[in-house]
């Protein structure tokens, strides 16, 4: 084996957030049955570690581009977290104020990344959910002539995911099968977008969308209610919390609803929250992949996928964000901070530098 080497990117860039997008899709190999390719595509590769820098600079510029967004404006948005640090890079690299809102339910680090990258945020009360945080935005919108990103129903959401993420899955297959495409929602515009591509570039692959097994707004079959503007006019009655953050808000999205509505996946497959911590872990300890809940939940599925798949099948799943995002919830309550008895013991079968009173 020679040694490893390499290029460079063959270019400057001129911002960050040109450095948003092209991730890598990578081999699972130690975890992946034999008999099929599983592929992951890590979106933790992206500036701010998530999927949801796509988002945000497609928000940002296509609103600058419609003249909808003037300079030194106030962007406000409702989010869990990954949507408000990929909008806190954008705004902060291209000089925009920005008001986030959030139940206080989310993680901690999600609140002080933001913070960290610039951006304000306000908090709402933890039993009013997604539709109350979103509310809010809503309020400080109209109260301030701010411009709200409206994620869950802008058409530019799942025009990112089209142009972007469609377009880097059928170049990186190019020449290859892909029978398997597996991920969850949000907004919707990660399953929405990709769709618009494969089915018609790989009309043979599979769609395969999850969402947890506690809050299945769409396996449920209940419409959601809407508003004029296409948002949610009451929470979906099959939502139930999950820990599965970022995934199924307690609304349908209308970015999701053109997916639903159209064909857009084959499949509907529920995974429980500790199945997507489970198979985080795992990413993480076996394949040094290190993803979210919801990338844990979406692997989760395409194992699920794998083990009944025909021999030399090819499976993607999608990885929204890195698993540093979750250093305070249950995706680390069993990483002890001190030492284990193994890690002790190890200590001691040396003579030297050991810690008192371990
Ligand atoms: N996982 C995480 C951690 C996310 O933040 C999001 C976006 N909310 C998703 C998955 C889902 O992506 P999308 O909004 O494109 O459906």
Redesign the pocket.
């Known amino acids: 084996m020679s040694p490893r080497t390499t290029r460079g990117q063959g270019r400057l860039y001129d911002s960050v957030v040109d450095t948003i997008g092209n991730t890598p899709c990578i081999r699972v190999n130690n975890l992946a049955p034999e008999h099929v390719e599983l592929y992951v595509k890590a979106e933790f590769f992206n500036p701010a570690a998530?999927?949801?820098d796509r988002?945000a600079i497609s928000i940002i510029e296509e609103a600058e581009r419609r003249g909808d967004l003037r300079p030194g404006q106030t962007v406000v948005e409702a989010t869990?977290?990954?949507?408000g640090i990929g909008l806190a890079m954008v705004c902060a690299a291209k000089g925009y104020p920005l008001v986030l809102t959030m139940a206080e339910s989310f993680s901690v680090e999600r609140r002080k990344l933001m913070r960290f990258l610039g951006a304000k945020v306000v908090l709402t009360p933890r039993e009013l959910k997604g539709f109350g945080m979103y509310q809010k935005a809503v309020e400080l919108a109209e109260a301030n002539g701010w411009f709200l990103a409206h994620q869950f129903e802008t058409p530019d959401?799942a025009t990112i995911?089209e142009n972007t993420t469609g377009a880097e899955i059928i170049a990186d297959f190019a020449g290859k099968r892909l029978d398997y495409f597996v991920?969850?929602?949000?907004?919707?515009?990660?399953?929405t977008g990709v769709a618009r591509v494969l089915r018609k570039a790989r009309p043979e692959t599979k769609i395969i969308l999850s969402e947890p097994a506690n809050a299945q707004l769409v396996g449920s079959g209940i419409k959601q209610q809407r508003g004029s503007d296409g948002a949610p006019a009451v929470g979906h009655s099959a939502f139930e919390p999950h820990p599965i953050?970022?995934?199924t808000p307690d609304f349908i999205p209308l970015v999701?609803q053109e997916a639903i509505d159209n064909g857009g996946y084959d499949e509907l497959v529920p995974v429980s929250g500790p199945a997507g911590m489970e198979w985080s872990r795992k990413l993480a300890a076996r394949e040094g992949i290190l993803t979210?809940v919801?990338?844990g939940a979406s692997f989760a599925v395409a194992m699920q996928v794998a083990e009944k798949a025909p021999q030399g099948s090819v499976i993607l799943a999608m990885l929204?964000?890195t698993g540093e995002r979750y250093l305070s919830t249950p995706l680390f309550e069993n990483v002890e901070e001190v030492m284990t008895e193994e890690e002790i013991a190890l200590m001691k079968s040396t003579p030297g530098y050991q810690m008192a009173g371990a």
């Open positions: 998530s999927v949801k988002l869990s977290g990954n949507t959401n995911h991920t969850g929602y949000g907004t919707g515009g990660t399953v953050q970022g995934w999701l979210g919801s990338g929204p964000d």
